[in-house]
């Protein structure tokens, strides 16, 4: 046809990663190799052209099906239909991004945005410009890093105090007229209450940090070291578990809009961890612990729990009570008050109460105070004369039972009735003596009978106290072992951290020299022993003539005389050879595995925390509910209690949903009128909390 182009004179040319598409010589259209819509433009203008699809195909490197797609995409939404996004749908149209940003200058979280979009925070947060992070001011507490920082940042800090301070009344005179900011629902609004008391028992100011290093600054790790110990309350009892409640109903608790994901939040406890003593952190809690709710009997028991290990590292093995076995693990050393309270702890490798004992009395010692008069007590595992030496060392007494079978008493028994509190009242029968104990000195012994025979003998230092009172004692120290039993739903046994330096094992082991020394004065006296059996038997051997055996008697007589020389050379040998040596002396690529303690120490911090807070919140509903038997049980399922939890800019108001019986909600309601008389409050948070129950 006329003016139709040749087929043939349709070309390209490739030169330097440019394609040029050329009718004879002329170039008709050009665009980088690897720009896909430039390409489908110049496909469908050359079938504008009059060129037939089939060939632009061709020369293309196309499929005609595909060529004539381009054609009728073009036709119908013109040439921004020639370009396909690449990969998945966006979840939020271009209109729903413009609303999500006016929702944010109207000053709505991410998290409410999300939800009103019916998307997740994530797809929120990346359409989302960043935020600036609020100033801690009276909202935050902030860790305690600019310690020994010397008289001018002391001086740069009060400015900045004080500047903030203007700033916090200035704000809160322009936020008295707003309206209330509402966290909403949460199906664990009950948790409020440990987080409430927790903050209350334990605020401790600021976080202690360790001398010369640094941590992380941010103005809400209080807030994320609340919601973990929030978490662990709950019953996650690890943090890989942290990821299983909803996110957004957890973060109110501890007055953070949501629980950062475990991604985010195992790399910023190992940061905290990082930067503070946990054994510090733990001795601020107990310190306001006990000054809000003394020990008034001074009595204290201490115990060893054993975390095991299944790894590969050389990890020192103990004793596993729980399993009945040695294996791998690490120890921590725990003191609980006569109520049952964790007080403080220590760990370390497996090495024995009378190793662990004097660091953890340290520890005690330091929250007590030095004047303070303590009963230590514990069971017969650490019954020894060493550990009563270093009890005497640090000057507290201690109560214990004495090891093995009961020793005969000299004194005559005793009877006497013992009344405590609500009680019901008990007759003991004991004897009360003074013993000698080996490698120690002089202890008080009583002596308790039942049906005329002694079937427990309780050893002590205090020789002033009431045998009664002491008997009472020693009843009440299945309150650690309850402790221990409570704090496994807060998950001890995990250790959190498996990272451990390799280090020279110079730790006591078994001397092999001394193992080969002792085998050979066996194998000696038992060939003694097999002489001494052919003279017996010789005597009674009938086929003997007198002269046969006197032959034998002699024969073996001279070879028991000459086994005598050399079994007591080698007794005097195995006395010179130690019976244990350092394990690198034994073998001098023995190590060991160390574990680092400080992750696994806060998170320790935590559990504790929680279980403090939810011992207080046990024992003061049971005094209204009158349920021994069940009021942990019930205390546990009021953490899971639904509500409402509601963010003033004065206070913090938590309304708890109804419980399902009359009497709990009586019990229910009385413990939030005695905690309301004494509002308290979430750390770093000055906002006093009040409680309320939702009547339908």
């Known amino acids: 046809?006329?003016?139709?182009?040749?087929?043939?004179?349709?070309?390209?040319?490739?030169?330097?990663?440019?394609?040029?598409?050329?009718?004879?010589?002329?170039?008709?259209?050009?665009?980088?190799?690897?720009?896909?819509?430039?390409?489908?433009?110049?496909?469908?203008?050359?079938?504008?052209?009059?060129?037939?699809?089939?060939?632009?195909?061709?020369?293309?490197?196309?499929s005609p099906e595909y060529?004539?797609?381009?054609?009728?995409?073009?036709?119908?939404?013109?040439?921004?239909?020639?370009?396909?996004?690449?990969?998945?749908?966006?979840?939020?149209?271009a209109a729903q991004v413009r609303q999500a940003r006016v929702l944010q200058a109207e000053g709505l979280s991410n998290v409410e945005i999300a939800r009103r979009l019916k998307v997740s925070d994530k797809t929120a947060a990346r359409v989302l410009p960043a935020v600036p992070a609020r100033s801690a001011g009276r909202d935050q507490a902030r860790l305690d890093v600019g310690a020994g920082l010397g008289a001018e940042a002391e001086a740069a800090d009060a400015a900045d105090a004080e500047a903030e301070a203007e700033a916090a009344d200035a704000d809160a005179e322009v936020a008295e007229a707003a309206s209330p900011v509402v966290a909403g629902s949460a199906a664990v609004a009950g948790s409020a209450a440990v987080a409430g008391v927790g903050g209350s028992l334990g605020e401790a100011g600021s976080v202690p940090v360790m001398p010369g290093r640094c941590c992380c600054t941010r103005s809400d790790d209080v807030a994320v070291l609340s919601a973990v110990s929030a978490v662990f309350a709950l019953g996650f009892a690890s943090m890989e578990q942290a990821k299983h409640p909803d996110r957004a109903q957890v973060g109110p608790l501890a007055g953070i809009e949501v629980l950062p994901e475990l991604r985010t939040l195992r790399p910023r406890l190992a940061v905290i961890a990082d930067g503070v003593d946990p054994l510090g952190l733990q001795r601020a809690f107990a310190t306001a612990m006990l000054s809000a709710d003394p020990c008034t009997s001074g009595v204290y028991f201490i115990d060893e729990h054993f975390v095991p290990y299944a790894g590969r590292l050389?990890?020192?093995?103990?004793?596993?009570?729980?399993?009945?076995?040695?294996?791998?693990?690490?120890?921590?050393?725990?003191?609980?008050?006569?109520?049952?309270?964790?007080?403080?702890?220590?760990?370390?490798?497996?090495?024995?109460?009378?190793?662990?004992?004097?660091?953890?009395?340290?520890?005690?010692?330091?929250?007590?105070?030095?004047?303070?008069?303590?009963?230590?007590?514990?069971?017969?595992?650490?019954?020894?004369?060493?550990?009563?030496?270093?009890?005497?060392?640090?000057?507290?007494?201690?109560?214990?039972?004495r090891r093995g079978k009961?020793?005969?008493?000299?004194?005559?028994?005793?009877?006497?009735?013992?009344?405590?509190?609500?009680?019901?009242?008990?007759?003991?029968?004991?004897?009360?003596?003074?013993?000698?104990?080996?490698?120690y000195g002089s202890a008080r012994q009583i002596t308790l009978f039942e049906h005329g025979k002694p079937v427990l003998q309780i050893l002590t230092s205090d020789t002033d106290a009431c045998p009664?009172?002491?008997?009472?004692?020693?009843?009440?120290?299945?309150?650690?072992?309850?402790?221990?039993?409570?704090?496994d739903f807060y998950g001890i046994d995990y250790l959190a951290d498996h990272t451990a330096?390799?280090?020279?094992n110079t730790r006591p082991v078994a001397n092999p020299a001394r193992a080969a020394a002792r085998d050979h004065l066996k194998q000696l006296q038992a060939e003694r022993d097999s002489h001494r059996e052919r003279i017996g038997a010789a005597h009674t051997d009938r086929t003997l003539t007198l002269a046969a055996l006197n032959r034998?008697?002699?024969?073996?007589?001279?070879?028991?005389?000459?086994?005598?020389?050399?079994?007591?050379?080698?007794?005097?040998?195995?006395?010179?050879?130690?019976?244990?040596?350092?394990?690198?002396?034994?073998?001098?690529?023995?190590?060991?595995?160390?574990?680092?303690?400080?992750?696994?120490?806060?998170?320790?911090?935590?559990?504790?925390?929680?279980?403090?807070?939810?011992?207080?919140?046990?024992?003061?509903?049971?005094?209204?509910?009158?349920?021994?038997?069940?009021?942990?049980?019930t205390t546990r399922n009021l953490l899971h209690l639904a509500g409402a939890i509601t963010y003033h800019h004065a206070s913090i108001h938590v309304e708890l949903d109804k419980p399902a019986t009359p009497r709990l909600t009586r019990a229910l309601t009385l413990l939030l009128d005695e905690i309301n008389h004494t509002p308290p409050h979430i750390p770093g948070d000055p906002r006093p909390i009040t409680y309320t129950i939702r009547h339908a």
């Open 468 to 487: 009664g009172a002491l008997i009472w004692f020693i009843r009440a120290r299945w309150r650690i072992q309850n402790l221990f039993k409570y704090l």
């Open 67 to 93: 060529v004539s797609t381009l054609r009728g995409r073009a036709r119908r939404e013109g040439s921004a239909g020639l370009v396909r996004p690449r990969g998945r749908p966006a979840k939020l149209t």
């Open 501 to 504: 330096t390799i280090e020279t």
């Open 552 to 633: 034998e008697l002699d024969t073996a007589q001279r070879k028991i005389h000459k086994l005598e020389k050399h079994i007591a050379a080698a007794a005097d040998a195995l006395k010179t050879i130690p019976a244990k040596l350092p394990a690198n002396h034994v073998d001098p690529n023995a190590t060991r595995a160390v574990h680092r303690a400080n992750r696994r120490g806060l998170q320790m911090v935590l559990r504790l925390l929680a279980a403090n807070a939810e011992h207080w919140l046990a024992h003061h509903l049971n005094a209204y509910l009158q349920d021994p038997d069940e009021y942990r049980a």
């Open 1 to 62: 046809m006329q003016g139709m182009p040749e087929p043939g004179d349709l070309r390209l040319s490739v030169h330097d990663g440019w394609t040029s598409v050329m009718v004879g010589c002329r170039v008709v259209a050009g665009y980088r190799s690897d720009d896909i819509g430039m390409r489908n433009i110049a496909v469908v203008t050359l079938t504008e052209l009059g060129f037939a699809g089939v060939r632009v195909a061709e020369v293309m490197g196309l």
């Open 314 to 401: 050389p990890v020192g093995k103990g004793w596993n009570t729980k399993r009945r076995h040695a294996e791998p693990g690490r120890v921590e050393t725990v003191v609980a008050d006569a109520a049952g309270r964790a007080v403080c702890f220590t760990a370390g490798e497996p090495a024995g109460l009378s190793v662990s004992l004097p660091p953890t009395l340290a520890e005690l010692r330091r929250i007590t105070g030095d004047t303070t008069t303590i009963m230590l007590g514990f069971d017969r595992g650490g019954a020894y004369p060493a550990v009563f030496t270093a009890c005497r060392d640090a000057g507290v007494d201690w109560i214990t039972y």
């Open 406 to 439: 009961p020793a005969t008493p000299t004194g005559l028994p005793i009877q006497q009735t013992l009344t405590r509190g609500r009680q019901k009242p008990i007759t003991v029968v004991y004897t009360d003596e003074t013993v000698a104990i080996t490698d």
